[in-house]
């Protein structure tokens, strides 16, 4: 299983980027539930995702979305499935420049590009008897969204966040999840720690996959 976590930093200078309030612990749970499974795990982790040093996992460190973008795409032919829980940014800055800007008196302005879509990429190329799994953090028409992304880049299965939600945000330790797969099954699990939805996620996949592989 391969399984992605945590934001990416997007660098407008040195000094200051854009990023997210991600803190990648759910993938880290997703990790350390696949391997008490008996998968044999690889968790590509964004900045600042804490990793506990006993982690029986392969680890690739990334700090950028096209850094993500490569391990992934890279290490998937390998997997049997993949478990997008990254907040990937969506844009990075068009210039990212060499030394920190100063202030000045008159406004600045970003121009953002955007990244590479890591979970269109890997639903376009995955082969017979892979998976791609995917997560949706929305805040308004949750459902109606979660399904149209998991149609539009080809996902068996996603894993719905609403900011909704008290408990489910980032860098709890608690979150909420909606299960929704390409048959159109919803799931709806109550608020509970990290590590038990964790199970609760890879049951579906594995029911899922048990499907599929008829």
């Given at each position: 299983?391969?399984?992605?976590?945590?934001?990416?930093?997007?660098?407008?200078?040195?000094?200051?980027?854009?990023?997210?309030?991600?803190?990648?612990k759910m993938g880290v749970a997703?990790?350390?539930?696949?391997?008490?499974?008996?998968?044999?795990?690889?968790?590509v982790a964004g900045p600042g995702?804490?990793?506990?040093?006993?982690?029986?996992?392969?680890?690739?460190?990334?700090?950028?979305?096209?850094?993500?973008?490569?391990?992934?795409?890279?290490?998937?032919?390998?997997?049997?499935?993949?478990?997008?829980?990254?907040?990937?940014?969506?844009?990075?800055?068009?210039?990212?420049?060499?030394?920190k800007i100063k202030r000045g008196?008159?406004?600045?302005?970003?121009?953002?590009?955007?990244?590479?879509?890591?979970?269109?990429?890997?639903?376009?190329?995955?082969?017979?008897?892979?998976?791609?799994?995917?997560?949706?953090?929305?805040?308004?028409?949750?459902?109606?969204?979660?399904?149209?992304?998991?149609?539009?880049?080809?996902?068996?299965?996603?894993?719905?966040?609403?900011?909704?939600?008290?408990?489910?945000?980032?860098?709890?330790?608690?979150?909420?999840?909606?299960?929704?797969?390409?048959?159109?099954?919803?799931?709806?699990?109550?608020?509970?720690?990290?590590?038990?939805?964790?199970?609760?996620?890879?049951?579906?996949?594995?029911?899922?996959?048990?499907?599929?592989?008829?």
């Amino acid at each position: 299983m391969l399984i992605n976590a945590g934001p990416t930093h997007e660098a407008i200078d040195p000094v200051r980027f854009i990023g997210n309030h991600s803190s990648g612990k759910m993938g880290v749970a997703l990790a350390a539930a696949a391997v008490a499974c008996g998968a044999e795990v690889h968790l590509v982790a964004g900045p600042g995702v804490f990793i506990p040093e006993y982690a029986l996992y392969s680890v690739t460190r990334v700090t950028t979305a096209a850094e993500m973008s490569e391990a992934c795409n890279r290490l998937f032919p390998g997997f049997d499935i993949a478990v997008l829980a990254a907040a990937v940014a969506d844009f990075t800055p068009e210039v990212s420049h060499g030394s920190k800007i100063k202030r000045g008196r008159d406004d600045m302005v970003i121009t953002l590009k955007p990244t590479a879509d890591i979970a269109a990429g890997l639903g376009s190329s995955k082969k017979r008897g892979q998976m791609v799994v995917g997560f949706a953090l929305e805040t308004d028409n949750e459902i109606e969204n979660a399904i149209g992304k998991l149609k539009r880049k080809n996902l068996d299965m996603i894993v719905l966040n609403s900011l909704r939600d008290e408990g489910a945000g980032f860098g709890g330790d608690t979150n909420r999840v909606t299960i929704i797969d390409r048959y159109n099954k919803i799931d709806k699990f109550e608020l509970k720690p990290k590590d038990k939805v964790a199970f609760d996620i890879l049951g579906k996949i594995a029911a899922l996959r048990q499907k599929l592989m008829k």
